[in-house]
């Protein structure tokens, strides 16, 4: 059974920081592309970064270019974001996800997802 289960989101003020993991399980988890997809109130789901099988290349949205970055541990099953310079408009639930390649991933395709953790910036 696939399992992803995020954790690290919080409430932060501007200009803070925050470092999400998705502990993943159920899958050889070194053989696929991760991702990171946010979702915003009143706004559908936009990637935010994905991430090759042995980690090596990266891509991001414009969005958070220069202040996120996105990273693996496959030895111990682990995708992380790092979150520097929060902005208000950073505010969502953002979930990890499983996809295919670079293409997939950024057509926002996917086949298995977590519940999310809440990252709220605000002061």
């Known amino acids: 059974q696939v399992q992803l289960v995020e954790s690290g989101g919080g409430l932060v003020q501007p200009g803070g920081s925050l470092r999400l993991s998705c502990a993943a399980s159920g899958f050889t988890f070194s053989m696929y592309y991760m991702m990171w997809v946010r979702q915003a109130p009143g706004k559908g789901p936009e990637w935010v970064s994905f991430?090759?099988?042995?980690?090596?290349?990266?891509r991001y949205a414009d969005s958070v270019k220069g202040r996120f970055t996105i990273s693996r541990d496959n030895a111990k099953n682990t995708l992380y974001l790092q979150m520097n310079s929060l902005k208000p408009e950073d505010t969502a639930l953002y979930y990890c996800?499983?996809?295919?390649?670079?293409?997939?991933?950024?057509?926002?395709?996917?086949?298995?997802w977590g519940q999310g953790t809440q990252v709220t910036v605000s002061s």
């Open positions: 996800a499983r996809c295919f390649s670079f293409d997939t991933c950024g057509g926002l395709t996917y086949d298995y």
């Open positions: 991430i090759n099988t042995g980690g090596e290349s990266t």
